[in-house]
């Protein structure tokens, strides 16, 4: 594959494929480069720019999905961020056109009886086709005069985003639309006509907030008895196991949904599609998550990045340990790496274990899936188990 150009057209960088190692490249693009490629043999390229080489238009758009910021994005290009949004948003366009026709395609009859069956397995309630959750995409609105990577920020916006899942995490049926909400979204929607005229056989599990529909399954709000008890437990079962893990592993793949992104022009709208299908698609190949979220800025000197995709040293040595371990401030640690498991000298330490802040994630696990991680937030009631926690990695962090 030829060289790619980071940061600067007069300079020559090493492609990422061969500069990076298998997870480091995952944890920068979200996807492995085995899926990379396949992704570019799939897409149309006669649709996307002629001056710039596909493979780094695709990382360009990946970059953008693990951060939403578009300087992640102009980096890579070696353009300015406004020169990003037409290739992010082409990119994005041309995934829904050339991969939504085979990975994200409602179940045909044969299929839908078996996710009847595994749904049942589940909840032992008959019927269940799918479920729903939906949530917002945060989006950045910017204004003023760009200068170097800086921009001002004028408040946030939107998007709806309302996922249909099967019983094994697959997205079946995506609606979007700028300022939406789950049920006036899925009312509008060709899935519920579908439902309605019986096109569709079978139960969609709903949120709370849905009105009560023969063929959608809402929790029995106020509990009265102890039928609807176990009925409102195999509801929560289905949810968790396969809206929550579906959103969760979409949102930890392409943080833009969580953090938020920088809207694109004529519309973002084509990220949440695109996002959704590439999801599918890691789920087809076997793509594990990242071991962590990107962030903006890992160390003083964004070494790492993604704003963090450093257009002087794609990734500077002396900055990532040997491993693709971070140490103090995400600079090399001088013993080589970090042993996983173990504190780095301010606290930091790989992902799935602790990190920034020693904070508990949302469920007070381990992990990422509901780690002790970036974006925790302290509960109360494992204030026991933190303090457990630390004295047993061989004391305090300060200690360490």
């Known amino acids: 594959m030829e060289s790619i150009h980071l940061g600067c057209p007069h300079h020559q960088h090493q492609d990422p494929f061969t500069r990076l190692t298998e997870m480091e490249f995952l944890n920068v693009f979200r996807l492995s480069k085995s899926l990379v490629c396949k992704l570019l043999a ?11 080489p596909v493979e780094l238009q695709v990382l360009a758009t990946l970059a953008f999905l693990a951060t939403g910021q578009l300087s992640s994005s102009a980096r890579l290009l070696g353009t300015s961020r406004w ?9 994005a366009q041309v995934i829904k056109i050339c991969l939504g026709q085979q990975y994200l395609v409602f179940p045909g009859d044969e299929e839908q009886t078996l996710f009847r069956e595994e749904f049942y397995k589940i909840s032992l309630i008959p019927g269940v086709l799918a479920c729903l959750d939906g949530f917002a995409v945060p989006l950045c609105t910017i204004s003023g005069v760009e200068v170097g990577w ?11 985003m309302v996922v249909v899942c099967g019983p094994q995490q697959q997205i079946i049926y995506i609606i979007a639309q700028e300022r939406g909400s789950s049920w006036p979204m899925f009312n509008e929607s060709m899935l519920r006509h579908s439902l309605e005229e019986d096109e569709v056989e079978g139960m969609i599990v709903v949120l709370e907030n849905f009105p009560s529909k023969p063929y ?3 929790p029995a709000v106020p509990t009265e008895t102890v039928e609807e008890y176990f009925y409102n437990h195999a509801l929560k079962q289905i949810m968790i196991r396969s809206a929550e893990k579906t959103t969760h592993s979409l949102k930890t793949r392409f943080p833009c949904l969580k953090k938020g992104m920088e809207p694109l022009d004529p519309s973002s709208l084509p990220v949440l599609v695109a996002c959704a299908i590439l999801h599918n698609l890691c789920l087809k190949f076997s793509c594990p998550l990242p071991n962590y979220s990107v962030t903006p800025n890992l160390g003083p000197d964004h070494d790492l990045g993604l704003d963090g ?8 040595q002396g900055h990532l340990g040997p491993d693709g371990n971070l140490g103090l401030g995400g600079y090399y640690d001088p013993e080589g790496h970090i042993p996983p498991g173990d504190l780095g000298p301010e606290g930091n330490i790989i992902p799935g274990h602790l990190g920034l ?3 508990l994630g949302p469920d007070g696990l381990l992990g990422p899936h509901g780690p002790l991680g970036l974006e925790g937030h302290q509960i109360e009631p494992y204030d026991d188990f933190l303090l457990n926690l630390l ?5 305090t962090p300060n200690e360490q």
Do not use: Q
């Not at 020169?83 to 990119?91: C, F, L, T």
């Not at 004295?391 to 004391?395: K, L, Q």
């Open 391 to 395: 004295t047993s990695s061989g004391g």
């Open 150 to 160: 800086s921009y001002i920020t004028r408040g946030h916006s939107y998007l709806g």
């Open 42 to 52: 799939t897409l149309d390229h006669r649709e996307l720019d002629d001056d710039i």
């Open 83 to 91: 020169a990003a949004i037409g290739i992010v948003y082409k990119v």
């Open 357 to 359: 802040n020693y904070h």
């Open 309 to 316: 995709l450093d257009p002087e040293d794609f990734l500077d």
């Open 216 to 218: 959608l399954l809402t």
